[in-house]
């Protein structure tokens, strides 16, 4: 009804409705000949494996480009957050060219199984390169390579003897020395969800309302912000993953290595159930088209000389046994990790973010 | 007849349907606001909701508040008064607009932080520790003030200034006439006079400080584009982080009514012609010293320091080779803007003309609505575009399918027409508040008189509105230019395989916590937001020495920008 009188209002014939029908003309003409592009370009040229990555693309690209030229089958890439990632996929449904989602923190990965966009893989050389604990029982998502987040203190500050598990860093000895980043980031709220596993709902509560009563500042910064603080003095305790310190004793900076030989790596929770870890992982989209290929992908992420490559190339642990660790990350030394299953730590993930917001950590 | 200029014009029903289209984004993450409020919501209003609110407002009011003060006093200062260095803070006070404010953000963190240079030669040079002074610390709600103030300001500064150029100085002889010394006059005509203009560029840098994402989420501080992101990725909630869009959409909307209701004022203030230029006064002794420090600060602070900075890392051992694959991250992030300017120049072409010749509420009402998306943060809009163009895509695959037996995937997602729509739907507020500027500059006298000299409608558009328009459309299409090149979220999303910008490359690096390594793109972004910014810095230098002259009315100039939200 509103759009009857404008329309007819413009249909009176005149001198200036010929310009705009013509252009109205040009316009459809150029609308179908863009579609008619689309539609040749829609059309599967070759069998690409086509790769959705939260793990950014310096870090996986090079890998990538070596998997093409070993295997003649060629990799697109597209490189975004985690969560946005996982929302293109769920929207674009079956249809969705994806074939591989790659991802850290196996809540994420988690979150992508249950909310159906992965499909189970059985394949041989993927189980028995990977230990059980980092991979989906049924084959849904593999790990690549693990990270652990122990406790980093200031070399001389800290008496280590009274901070052996995550639970000590509720003691009241740490008011104000402690720094970590915020609650946002999913690091710390895997990290809660495995205390939440191990202590319940309600320990966890109160330990994280005294732990928040530690911290040196309001949290900020990445984790590598939180390493340098403990190094400048701004605090004496800092929680964060292997990999950023492992950057730093290798930083070609000489600033970064002094930073790094001024803190200790504190490896809590080894007379129990052992430090925290995590994985980078990838699994095979439920919309693949070329589910071999995607396959045969992973399998190459899991194969000694990619392992080695993955693993260097961030300063993490490779999921493998027996590939050699890099300089910077076996100086760290050596520990035993937390078995505890990961699909274990998305499940629990939202109760961690609740948690952490009643107990005000920002 | 006179005045219809049908080239440009798809009439009103045809200008709704687009505008309709224009929202679909931001209406569908407004639309699951309606879910029923679930656990995660209730849990939100618990827990982290005040200070959401709180922050945000805080936030807000903060970089009004210093962009108002920046902006005018320095263009105040740079119109009426001559004082060394005056000639080129005139155009230098621009610079600032071409850094992304979560770069800067990642620079003065690099600074000043604990860790940062400064502190650490400060404690070394004093033998302080921890406890033993006090030092601003950056990453703070009021450091994301100033960071946010340095690299916003400018869109005031534009705006008073051409403002303040175009005010007779008639009313000012008049003010002081009436017994009103310099100071007075300026608190009670010279700036109530420029007000809808001050507003205008008050609410364009307010809306960007309610979608900024880059900053706060680096500084660690809690407010709504934080909390969106973290209720929908941490908690899983789409329908929850939506409802907090919602809440945030009705702060923009307030600001939007806020301002048109500013500017309903403004239509009975009209000023008439110019008839006597301003007089520049020439500054001596500690007063040309003190207007030059007040100018040259914020061009210092917004500009030099922090791209002196990044200049510093990229030449040290972290910086990254400028090769064939940057080249093609920087052509890739140039042609992409450029496109998107374009595009959204002749749309908003389209709005203003078709508002121009139909002003009924339908049209008004649509013009007004398309604004919106400017100040829904990148990631929301993403979304937005996908949610739709996904559902399309899919429901003609389904269509093809059963009608023919052939399957067309997916035409549009994943494409660079998806990342080109949320550019439009996210800047086309940009462009149609400057064409409109330019456009109410244009009376319906001229148009007639042009008819009444023999030309025909397209004529007239062509004669006199075109050159008349020319500073304005030039405008336009540099400040989408200049947004889009610092556009984050959308493209990250949104864009198809294998296709990086600086921006994304920038991201990549500094989000991976090696500001060092991201310096080199960084400074790429600057580098092509620079370009645009002293185009537009050389006509207001034109436009200076062109004004006074009575008979070129300030018509083409190019400093008029965005009057409107």
Redesign the interface.
């Known amino acids: 009804m509103?759009?009857t009188t404008?329309?007819a209002?413009?249909a009176r014939p005149g001198r200036?409705?010929r310009?705009?029908r013509s252009?109205a003309s040009a316009g459809i003409g150029t609308a179908a000949l863009l579609?008619l592009a689309?539609?040749a370009l829609?059309t599967?040229a070759q069998a690409d494996v086509?790769v959705y990555s939260a793990r950014?693309?310096?870090?996986i690209k090079p890998l990538l480009d070596r998997f093409t030229a070993g295997s003649g089958i060629p990799v697109?890439?597209?490189?975004?957050?985690?969560?946005?990632?996982m929302?293109?996929l769920e929207?674009?449904?079956?249809?969705?060219?994806a074939d591989v989602f790659i991802t850290v923190d196996a809540g994420n990965l988690h979150?992508a199984q249950e909310a159906g966009l992965l499909q189970p893989v059985d394949s041989a050389a993927l189980e028995s390169a990977i230990p059980a604990a980092y991979r989906h029982p049924q084959g849904y998502w593999f790990g690549l390579s693990l990270r652990a987040r122990p406790i980093m203190v200031a070399k001389g500050r800290v008496d280590t003897s009274h901070l052996t598990t995550y639970a000590d860093l509720a003691d009241a000895r740490w008011k104000g020395r402690i720094c970590i980043?915020?609650s946002?980031n999913?690091y710390n709220?895997s990290l809660v969800a495995s205390l939440i596993e191990s202590l319940g709902e309600n320990e966890t509560l109160i330990w994280l309302k005294a732990f928040v009563s530690n911290f040196a500042?309001?949290?900020?910064?990445?984790?590598?912000?939180q390493i340098?603080?403990v190094?400048?003095?701004?605090c004496d305790i800092a929680i964060a993953n292997t990999y950023?310190l492992a950057r730093l004793v290798a930083s070609?900076?000489k600033a970064d290595r002094d930073?790094a030989s001024k803190i200790q790596v504190v490896w809590p929770n080894q007379g129990g159930r052992g430090t925290h870890v995590n994985v980078s992982g990838a699994g095979v989209t439920a919309a693949s088209k070329n589910v071999a290929d995607a396959v045969r992908l992973l399998e190459y992420l899991v194969t000694p000389e990619a392992q080695q490559w993955y693993a260097e190339v961030n300063n993490e642990y490779p999921v493998r046994e027996g590939v050699k660790l890099s300089d910077a990350v076996a100086s760290l030394g050596s520990f035993s990790a937390d078995d505890l299953n990961l699909s274990i730590l998305g499940e629990n993930?939202?109760r961690a973010?609740?948690l952490m917001?009643?107990a005000?950590w920002? | 007849m006179s005045g219809r200029h049908p080239l440009l014009s798809p009439g009103p029903a045809g200008t709704a349907l687009l505008a309709s289209l224009l929202c679909v984004p931001v209406l569908v993450v407004a639309a699951s606001a309606f879910y029923p409020a679930g656990e995660v919501w209730r849990h939100l209003v618990d827990t982290v909701l005040a200070e959401y609110v709180s922050n945000s407002l805080i936030l807000m009011l903060g970089v009004g508040a210093g962009t108002l003060l920046v902006g005018v006093s320095t263009a105040w200062l740079t119109v009426n008064f001559r004082f060394p260095g005056a000639r080129v803070l005139e155009w230098g006070l621009l610079l600032p607009l071409a850094f992304p404010a979560y770069i800067i953000a990642y620079t003065y963190t690099g600074m000043l932080d604990y860790a940062g240079p400064v502190q650490t030669a400060l404690r070394d040079t004093f033998g302080w520790s921890r406890n033993d002074y006090w030092f601003p610390e950056v990453r703070s709600l009021g450091g994301a003030v100033a960071m946010l103030t340095l690299v916003l300001y400018p869109y005031v500064y534009l705006l008073a200034r051409s403002a303040f150029l175009e005010q007779s100085s008639v009313a000012t002889d008049v003010a002081r006439t009436l017994g009103c010394g310099p100071v007075a006059s300026f608190f009670r005509v010279t700036l109530p006079a420029a007000r809808p203009a001050l507003i205008a560029g008050l609410s364009l840098a307010m809306m960007e400080t309610l979608a900024d994402f880059g900053t706060v989420q680096f500084f660690g501080v809690p407010v709504f584009t934080n909390g969106i992101y973290r209720t929908w990725f941490g908690l899983g909630d789409a329908a929850a982080a939506a409802q907090l869009a919602a809440v945030l959409l009705g702060f923009v909307f307030t600001l939007v009514m806020l301002e048109q209701w500013s500017r309903r004022g403004a239509r009975y203030t009209m000023l008439g012609s110019r008839s006597r230029p301003i007089e520049v006064r020439r500054l001596r002794g500690a007063a040309a010293v003190g207007a030059c420090a007040a100018c040259a600060l914020p061009l210092a602070l917004g500009f030099l320091l922090p791209a002196g900075q990044l200049t510093a890392w990229a030449l040290g051992p972290a910086g990254e080779a400028i090769d064939a694959k940057f080249l093609h991250l920087v052509w890739n992030s140039v042609s992409l803007s450029g496109g998107a300017a374009a595009l959204a120049l002749v749309l908003a072409l389209l709005f203003a003309y078709t508002r121009r010749l139909h002003p009924v509420l339908l049209v008004r009402a649509a013009t007004r609505v398309v604004t919106l998306g400017y100040a829904v943060p990148g990631t929301v809009v993403a979304v937005g575009v996908m949610l739709p163009f996904a559902w399309l895509d899919n429901t003609v695959d389904g269509l093809m399918r059963s009608a023919f037996g052939v399957s067309t995937g997916l035409l549009l997602s994943g494409t660079l027409a998806a990342v080109m729509f949320a550019y439009v739907v996210r800047f086309l507020s940009v462009s149609l508040q400057t064409v409109d500027a330019g456009l109410a500059r244009v009376t319906r006298n001229m148009d007639e008189a042009g008819r009444s000299l023999g030309y025909r409608a397209g004529e007239v558009v062509w004669r006199v509105h075109v050159p008349m328009l020319r500073g304005s459309l030039l405008t336009a299409v540099l400040l989408v230019f200049v947004d889009v090149m610092k556009e984050l979220p959308a493209t990250l999303i949104l864009r198809p395989f294998d296709f990086n910008t600086l921006a994304v490359r920038a991201y990549e690096l500094a989000g991976d916590e090696r500001l060092e390594d991201a310096s080199t793109a960084a400074i790429a972004i600057v580098a092509a937001g620079l370009v645009p910014v002293l185009l537009l810095s050389v006509s207001i230098a034109r436009t200076r020495r062109r004004a006074p002259a009575p008979e070129r009315r300030p018509v083409a100039s190019l400093d008029r920008i965005p009057a409107s939200a």
């Open positions: 509103t759009l404008p329309a209002h413009d200036g409705s310009p705009a252009l579609l689309l539609l829609a599967p086509n950014k693309e310096e870090l697109k890439l597209v490189t975004a957050n985690a969560g946005e990632l929302k293109r929207l674009e449904g079956a249809n969705s060219p979150a980043r915020s946002s999913i709220q500042r309001d949290p900020k910064g990445g984790d590598t912000d340098k603080a190094a400048a003095g701004e950023y070609d900076d930073v993930n939202r973010v609740m917001d009643e005000r920002k």
